[in-house]
């Protein structure tokens, strides 16, 4: 699998929202094949980046949710008294 190809499925499972094992499925296809130790190890990078990048967006949506509640519960931290 080239750069790009790699590049492009790590983006496609971003994208679906796919099981973090999922990730793991290029490595290991590659390795069946005989990758090299070198493409690998760049499938292994590539694979932390999106699942660093999936974390970060975890963590927005997460953000987003709580300053959004005491919006919609009248702006009581607590919720409605």
């Known amino acids: 699998m080239?750069?790009?190809?790699?590049?492009?499925?790590?983006l496609e499972f971003l994208a679906?929202?796919?099981p973090?094992?999922?990730f793991e499925e290029?490595?290991?296809?590659?390795?069946?094949?005989?990758?090299?130790a070198e493409t690998v190890?760049?499938?292994?990078?590539?694979?932390l980046l999106a699942l660093r990048?999936?974390?970060a967006l975890d963590t927005s949506r997460r953000r987003e949710a709580e300053l959004s509640r005491?919006?919609?519960d009248g702006g009581r931290p607590g919720?409605?008294?």
């Open 70 to 72: 005491p919006v919609r």
């Open 26 to 36: 290029p490595i290991i296809a590659d390795r069946a094949l005989g990758a090299s």
């Open 41 to 47: 190890a760049a499938l292994e990078r590539s694979k």
């Open 16 to 18: 679906r929202d796919a």
């Open 53 to 55: 990048v999936r974390a």
């Open 2 to 10: 080239t750069s790009e190809e790699s590049d492009r499925t790590f």
């Open 79 to 81: 919720g409605p008294a």
């Open 20 to 22: 973090s094992a999922e």
